[in-house]
């Protein structure tokens, strides 16, 4: 792109006073897990004080499980998953994490850099020693409650990863060959799995969006009654983005992102939401929820947000900050044929345009 080109501006107002997500406390959703062995071997005499500091931020994403907040060392928990999973799967993702909450009190900058590696390259997720020590820790736990081992290795799998760093890292379990213990059927915790997140109006927060040509070859006249009835969510996580809930459609907002960055940036997330939730309106979006972020209806959103993100005079650069929940949650061949699909180049610039 020239960089003669003139820069366009968005004539839309961004209401930046907006309210700061809170965390929710640990035992307010997980309660009883001070009494379970394979957490207190974690903690030791500390256990109670831990859980009890503890908090909770949610994310509300279909592909969203559980993790640290790396920035604060809270637990971060998908809600379609704390709402749908087995109670059995949750439990044992809560002893998990909570050997990583255990790795970061302790060995704080060993944990971060070790984070950060399979953060940038999610091919090394099961080689990783945190996620090898959390795991085969887990794994102990899992056939104490009598899972087999076929259970347990599917318990253990997500997505598809490298078949040499997954053999070894089934190696690194140790799975027992012999028959599994009794299966245990009734957990000495109570999972809450219900939230209420703090929902807006749409129009609150973003102003003048209703006069936009881009916006209006959406929805014609239905344009005001679609912004109206748009609900947002504001919340805390590490990528600068706005999506529509794959639940009920309201936005999903990051709360530091949509204070700081500037206007072009803030419309040009909005709009791709926008585009998002007309696709999947018509029809076009994916069969299965889970595969949304492949679907052509992804892909057609979003090459609607490069073409406008264009029209304003937007580098490759700039674009690509819009693309970084994606290039998390996709696995890097399917986001390189993505990036080639539409029009950008495979290197990615994190920096917010």
Same mark, same amino acid.
């Given at each position: 792109? =020239?960089? %003669?080109?003139?820069?366009?501006?968005?004539?839309?107002?961004?209401?930046?006073?907006?309210?700061?997500?809170? +965390?929710?406390?640990?035992?307010?959703?997980?309660? /009883?897990?001070?009494?379970?062995?394979?957490?207190?071997?974690?903690?030791?005499?500390?256990?109670?004080?831990?859980?009890?500091?503890?908090?909770?931020?949610?994310?509300?994403?279909?592909?969203?499980?559980?993790?640290?907040?790396?920035?604060?060392?809270?637990?971060?928990? /998908?809600?379609?998953?704390?709402? *749908?999973?087995?109670?059995? @799967?949750?439990?044992?993702?809560?002893?998990?994490?909570?050997?990583?909450?255990?790795?970061?009190?302790?060995?704080? %900058?060993?944990?971060?850099?070790?984070? @950060?590696?399979?953060?940038?390259? $999610?091919? +090394?997720?099961?080689?990783?020693?945190?996620? !090898?020590?959390?795991?085969?820790?887990?794994?102990?736990?899992?056939? $104490?409650?009598?899972?087999?081992?076929?259970?347990?290795?599917?318990?253990? $799998?997500?997505?598809?990863?490298?078949?040499?760093?997954?053999?070894?890292?089934?190696?690194?379990?140790?799975?027992?060959?012999?028959?599994?213990? %009794?299966?245990?059927?009734?957990?000495?915790?109570?999972? %809450?799995?219900?939230?209420?997140?703090?929902?807006?109006?749409?129009?609150?927060?973003?102003?003048?969006?209703?006069?936009?040509?881009?916006?209006?070859?959406?929805?014609?006249?239905?344009?005001?009654?679609?912004?109206?009835?748009?609900?947002?969510?504001?919340?805390? !996580?590490?990528?600068?983005? !706005?999506?529509? *809930?794959?639940?009920?459609?309201?936005?999903?907002? #990051?709360?530091?992102?949509?204070?700081?960055?500037?206007? #072009?940036?803030?419309?040009?997330?909005?709009?791709?939401?926008?585009?998002?939730?007309?696709?999947?309106?018509?029809? *076009?979006?994916?069969?299965?929820?889970?595969?949304?972020?492949?679907?052509?209806? #992804?892909?057609?959103?979003?090459?609607? @947000?490069?073409?406008?993100?264009? $029209?304003?005079?937007?580098?490759?650069?700039? !674009?690509?900050?819009?693309?970084? +929940?994606? =290039?998390?949650? @996709?696995?890097?061949?399917?986001?390189?044929?993505?990036?080639?699909?539409?029009?950008?180049?495979?290197?990615?610039?994190?920096?917010?345009?």
């Amino acid at each position: 792109m =020239s960089s %003669k080109t003139p820069r366009q501006r968005v004539p839309i107002k961004i209401n930046r006073k907006v309210p700061k997500p809170a +965390l929710a406390p640990f035992t307010d959703h997980f309660q /009883g897990f001070e009494r379970v062995e394979a957490v207190r071997k974690v903690f030791g005499d500390r256990t109670e004080e831990v859980l009890k500091g503890l908090k909770i931020g949610f994310v509300p994403n279909r592909q969203m499980y559980m993790g640290i907040r790396d920035n604060d060392g809270n637990l971060a928990v /998908g809600t379609h998953h704390l709402k *749908n999973s087995p109670t059995q @799967m949750l439990y044992l993702d809560v002893v998990h994490e909570l050997v990583h909450i255990n790795q970061r009190m302790t060995r704080r %900058k060993w944990f971060h850099d070790e984070f @950060m590696k399979f953060i940038e390259d $999610r091919g +090394l997720y099961y080689a990783s020693p945190i996620e !090898i020590q959390a795991y085969e820790h887990t794994v102990r736990e899992a056939e $104490r409650i009598g899972m087999s081992r076929d259970e347990i290795t599917s318990y253990l $799998r997500i997505g598809d990863p490298p078949a040499n760093t997954w053999r070894k890292f089934l190696k690194e379990m140790k799975l027992s060959a012999k028959q599994p213990n %009794k299966r245990v059927t009734r957990f000495p915790v109570k999972i %809450k799995r219900e939230t209420t997140p703090k929902l807006y109006a749409f129009t609150e927060f973003f102003q003048g969006f209703e006069r936009l040509p881009a916006v209006r070859d959406l929805f014609g006249d239905s344009t005001e009654a679609v912004l109206a009835g748009i609900k947002v969510q504001f919340v805390d !996580i590490p990528w600068g983005t !706005i999506y529509p *809930n794959e639940d009920d459609g309201h936005f999903v907002i #990051t709360h530091g992102y949509f204070v700081k960055s500037p206007t #072009t940036s803030v419309y040009l997330d909005a709009f791709l939401a926008l585009n998002l939730v007309k696709s999947f309106s018509s029809g *076009n979006g994916a069969k299965d929820p889970d595969d949304l972020w492949e679907s052509p209806a #992804t892909l057609g959103a979003y090459s609607a @947000m490069v073409k406008e993100a264009r $029209r304003l005079a937007q580098s490759d650069e700039q !674009i690509l900050t819009h693309l970084q +929940l994606l =290039s998390f949650l @996709m696995p890097k061949p399917a986001y390189a044929r993505f990036l080639k699909a539409l029009g950008l180049p495979q290197k990615q610039d994190t920096t917010v345009g």
